[in-house]
């Protein structure tokens, strides 16, 4: 890049709020985000959390939907489809789509996929409007316990590392966090 470039680049960053590479440091300030000592450098995107929580939340994801793919051929939409019908026999398709954190297009297609392999019951209802309930079949209901017991195994596997009360903190750091999701998100 030429100087005369540098110099438009480095205004109108500091325009936006965002410093130029030379002014803020190769590494960012204990303040702007807290990290390991022992940890190694990290790629530019590691030192945002929330890029951060969605690539260890991408990793986890493809490691669970590899497993349940291998041993019950559902990927995670399915597999969270099934937990969130759990063992309510009347799950309203949008209820179904926010509990499974889906948009409604996957919950529809991942309860219409679960329907034709025999696990979900989907029927239209007169008392609530046009609404679709579905609920779980009783091969969906022995299906659904085998997932959930292999859920919480993985879930064990994760946390193996972490005391009862990392854990329990873990549970409420990860909760503070999602309740600022909305404050992060609103248009400034």
Partial sequence: MSPG???QTASRSRKNGIRPEAERGATPRTADIRQPKAAAPD???HRFLAAYIIGVGNRLSKGASNFYRKHYSLGMSEWRTMMAIGTSNHRIVREVAEMADLDYAAASKSLRLLQNRGLVNIKQTNRRGRAVIASLTPKGLQAYQKLRA????RQRRLVKAFSSEEITQL?????RVEKQISHMNAAE
């Avoid at 292999?150 to 195994?153: D, I, K, P, V, Y």
């Avoid at 549970?171 to 909760?175: D, E, G, P, S």
Wanted: glycine share 14%.
């Fill in 43 to 45: 790629p530019e995107v």
């Fill in 5 to 7: 470039r540098r110099g």
């Fill in 171 to 175: 549970w409420a750091l990860l909760q």
């Fill in 150 to 153: 292999e859920g919480l195994r």
